[in-house]
C-alpha cells in the first residue's frame, strides 16, 4: 500500500465530509504508518463520528510521540475533561502543565479538577494566565484561585483585572472593594461602592446576598441584611437539624466539649482571649478536645505545651465528612466552632451532623449563614432582644459580656516614652489601632473634624502596609489636616505593642466594626476606648467590653456624639487623667478581665444547653444567670506581686 496516496484520500474523504469512508480508509493506513498526523486525523475523523472517547485517546497517541505534540495532547485533555475523565486529565496535565501557564483553556481545566479534589496549593502558577483570559469561565475561575491574602501582589492584580475586565459583574466588583478597603484605598471605595449602597437602598439585594458574611460586614451596619449574605453557600435540607438532634447520643456524667479552630497557637488573637478559659475548665465536670486544623508552621514557631488546653486532635487534611465523623466517634456532646464565616474556617464540618448540640462563638460577629448551629454565644450588648429575629440560631447570652480575656499571659505595659515612638511629647494622641479595612470613609471624616476642632491634638495610626498609609494620607490632605498631625505606625511585637498603648490618651474606634481583641488590649493596658453604640453585633462588640470593664460613659448614642466626647475630653484632659485610672483600678475586680468568673458563667451555659437536650427539648434562647459581683480583686496587681516577692 502507498501510505501516502492512502492518508490524502483519506484526508479528501474527511474532507468533504464522507467521515465513515475517512475511518475505514485510516484503518488500514494504520497497519503501516502511526505517525502523529494519522491519528491527529483518525482523531478528528472519530470526533465527527461521536467516538468521543476513542477521539481523546487518538490524540493522546499522536502527542505522546518522540517529539511530544502539546497540541494534540490539548485536544486529548479538552475532550477527556468534557467526558468527565479526571485520571486522563491529570495525566495529561503532568505532560504539557508548562502549556497551562499560557494557555488559559488548559488552566482552566486544571483548576476546575484541583479545586474539586481541594487541592488549592497547586494552582497558583494559574491564577495570573486565567485572569489574562478571554472569557467569563476563565476570570470566574482565576476568582476561585484567591488566597486569603488581601496584601499578595499576585491576588491584587487577578482582582484588580477581573474588575476592569468586567464592572458590572456583582462578583468582580465585590472582590475589588474587599481590596480596596483593605489599603484604605477609600476614594476608590466611595466611587466604586455607590452603586452597591444605591441598589441596596432601593431594596435590589443582589449585591448583599453574593457578598462574603464577613466583608459585608465592613459596609452594612444593618443585621436585617447580614443576615441574607449567603456568599456561596447553600441552605440544608429541611429536616437536617432535628435529624442530628435526634440522633443516637450516649451521654456521659461530664460534659464533652470540642472546640473547632485554625487559631490553636499562643500568639493567635482568639487565643490571647480564650487561653485562659481552656486552662480553667473544670476537669471533673467537662472533657475539653480541640479538633484543630491550624497551620502547622505557626505552631511550631512557638515553644508551647499545647496538652494545657486539653486533648489536640488534628483533622487538617480530612474532609468535612471525614471531621465530623471523628468528632462523632469522640462522643462530643458539644461541638463549638471559634470561626464562623472567617479565615481559615472550617466551618462546614457542622453540616454533616458532628453532635448533638452545635454552637457558634468569638469568632465571627454575627449570624453563621447556611450552617447547621443550635446556639450562638453573646451576650445582651451585642445580641439585644430586637436582634433575636436576625439570627439563625438561638440567642445563648452570658451575663456580661461575651468576650473571655485572660488575665494571666496577657502582658501588663512596661514604661516607654512617647520619644521611642516618634510622638509630640505634650500633644493629646488619640489613637486608632484597628485594621484598616476597619476605616471607612465615615469615621475618617469624623476623625478629621475631631482634629479640626481641638489643638495641639494628633491621631496616631497604625497601617498595614506603604499602600494603605499612602491611601490614608492623601484622603487626610484632601481633609486639610496638616501631615504633622497625622501620626503613622506600623505592626511591631506584642510586647512592645502592648507597650506602646499607654502613650495615647483617647481610642478611637471605628463603625461598622469595632475593634473587638483591640478594644480589650487597650482597656488592659489603660487606655480609654472611645465607641458609638452599635447596629448589629460587629459594632457593638466595644459597648459590651467597656460595661464590663465599668466604664459605659464612653459609648456615645450616635456618631455625633462621638465626635463631640472626643472633643470635650481632649479639651479636658483631666477626665482622660480619671478614666485612665478607673480602668486600672477595675482591671482585676470587674468582669471583663476576670477569666475565673467567665468560665463559670460559660461553664452554665454549656450545662443548660445539655440539661435541655437531655430532657428532650429543642434548642432555645438562653440567659445565664450572673456570680454576685466581686468586692475583692480576684487577682493582685502585678506591681503588688513583684512586692510580696521582694519581702
Known amino acids: ?368 449563614i447556611n450552617i447547621d448551629l443550635d446556639y450562638m454565644i453573646g451576650d445582651h450588648f451585642v445580641m439585644p432582644d430586637h436582634s433575636k429575629q436576625h439570627f439563625h440560631e438561638k440567642l445563648c447570652r452570658l451575663p456580661e459580656t461575651y468576650q473571655p480575656n485572660d488575665p494571666t499571659h496577657r502582658p501588663i505595659p512596661r514604661p516607654t516614652t512617647r520619644a521611642e515612638h516618634g510622638l509630640p511629647e505634650k500633644a493629646f494622641v488619640f489613637a486608632s489601632f484597628n485594621g484598616n479595612r476597619k476605616i471607612t470613609s465615615q469615621m475618617l471624616d469624623i476623625w478629621c473634624n475631631i482634629l479640626r476642632r481641638t489643638k495641639n491634638s494628633v491621631l496616631w495610626l497604625i497601617c498595614n502596609g506603604p499602600r494603605a498609609e499612602n491611601h490614608l494620607a492623601q484622603r487626610f490632605d484632601e481633609r486639610g489636616i496638616n501631615r504633622k498631625r497625622v501620626i503613622f505606625t506600623t505592626r511591631i511585637p506584642y510586647h512592645l505593642h502592648m507597650d506602646r498603648q499607654q502613650l495615647a490618651d483617647l481610642g478611637l474606634d471605628t463603625f461598622p466594626v469595632n475593634g473587638h481583641t483591640t478594644t480589650s488590649e487597650q482597656l488592659w493596658g489603660g487606655l480609654p476606648v472611645l465607641t458609638v453604640k452599635g447596629t448589629n453585633f460587629a459594632s457593638r462588640v466595644s459597648e459590651s467590653l467597656l460595661n464590663a470593664i465599668g466604664v459605659p460613659e464612653l459609648v456615645t448614642p450616635d456618631l455625633q456624639g462621638y465626635e463631640d466626647l472626643a472633643v470635650e475630653l481632649c479639651n479636658n484632659p483631666e477626665r482622660v487623667v480619671a478614666f485612665k485610672e478607673r480602668l486600672i483600678e477595675n482591671r482585676y475586680i470587674k468582669p471583663l478581665f476576670d477569666a475565673e468568673r467567665f468560665c463559670h458563667h460559660l461553664e452554665t451555659a454549656y450545662t443548660l444547653m445539655v440539661d435541655r437536650a437531655k430532657a428532650g427539648l429543642e434548642p432555645d434562647h438562653i440567659d445565664v444567670p450572673a456570680l454576685p459581683a466581686r468586692t475583692e480583686p480576684f487577682q493582685k496587681d502585678e506591681s503588688d506581686i513583684a512586692a510580696i516577692a521582694a519581702e
Open 1 to 368: 500500500m502507498n501510505t501516502k496516496i492512502a492518508f490524502s484520500t483519506a484526508s479528501k474523504y474527511y474532507q468533504k465530509g464522507h467521515y465513515t469512508r475517512a475511518l475505514e480508509t485510516l484503518n488500514s493506513v494504520l497497519d503501516v504508518d502511526t505517525s502523529p498526523k494519522v491519528y491527529a486525523l483518525l482523531a478528528k475523523t472519530l470526533l465527527k463520528l461521536g467516538f468521543r472517547q476513542d477521539a481523546a485517546k487518538a490524540y493522546g497517541l499522536a502527542g505522546r510521540q518522540t517529539p511530544m505534540r502539546e497540541d494534540y495532547l490539548r485536544e486529548a485533555m479538552m475532550l477527556h475533561f468534557d467526558d468527565g475523565n479526571e485520571q486522563e486529565v491529570i495525566s495529561i496535565g503532568n505532560q504539557i502543565f508548562p502549556l497551562a501557564l499560557k494557555d488559559p483553556d488548559v488552566a482552566f481545566v486544571l483548576a476546575a479538577i484541583f479545586l474539586r479534589r481541594q487541592q488549592k496549593e497547586l494552582l497558583g502558577g494559574l491564577k495570573k494566565v486565567l485572569a489574562n483570559g478571554g472569557h467569563l469561565k476563565h476570570l470566574l475561575m482565576a476568582s476561585k484561585l484567591l488566597t486569603d491574602d488581601l496584601n499578595d501582589d499576585g491576588n491584587w492584580h487577578i482582582v484588580s483585572t477581573l474588575f476592569k475586565k468586567d464592572p458590572a459583574n456583582i462578583t468582580f466588583r465585590t472582590l475589588y472593594l474587599i481590596f480596596c478597603r483593605e489599603i484604605s484605598d477609600l476614594a476608590s471605595v466611595d466611587v466604586h461602592a455607590a452603586p452597591i449602597m444605591a441598589a441596596t437602598a432601593a431594596g435590589k439585594l443582589d449585591y448583599v446576598k453574593l457578598d462574603n458574611p464577613f466583608f459585608h460586614l465592613h459596609w452594612c451596619g444593618d443585621e436585617a441584611l447580614n443576615k441574607l449574605a449567603v456568599h456561596d453557600t447553600s441552605p440544608l435540607p429541611t429536616g437536617h437539624a432535628n435529624a442530628r438532634r435526634k440522633a443516637p447520643h450516649t451521654w456521659s456524667d461530664k460534659i464533652r466539649i470540642g472546640y473547632l479552630s485554625a487559631d490553636f497557637w499562643p500568639d493567635h488573637a482568639t487565643m490571647k482571649l480564650l487561653q485562659r478559659i481552656l486552662e480553667l475548665h473544670d476537669k471533673q465536670k467537662f472533657e475539653i478536645t480541640l479538633f484543630d486544623h491550624s497551620r502547622i508552621e505557626a505552631q511550631k514557631a512557638v515553644d508551647f505545651d499545647y496538652s494545657t488546653w486539653g486533648k489536640m486532635v488534628d483533622v487538617r487534611n480530612m474532609s468535612d465528612r471525614e471531621a465530623a465523623q471523628l468528632i462523632r466517634d469522640h462522643k462530643i456532646d458539644i461541638l463549638v466552632d471559634l470561626k464562623g464565616h472567617t479565615k481559615e474556617t472550617r466551618v462546614g464540618i457542622l453540616n454533616h451532623m458532628a453532635a448533638p448540640l452545635q454552637v457558634s462563638w468569638l469568632g465571627f460577629p454575627g449570624t453563621t
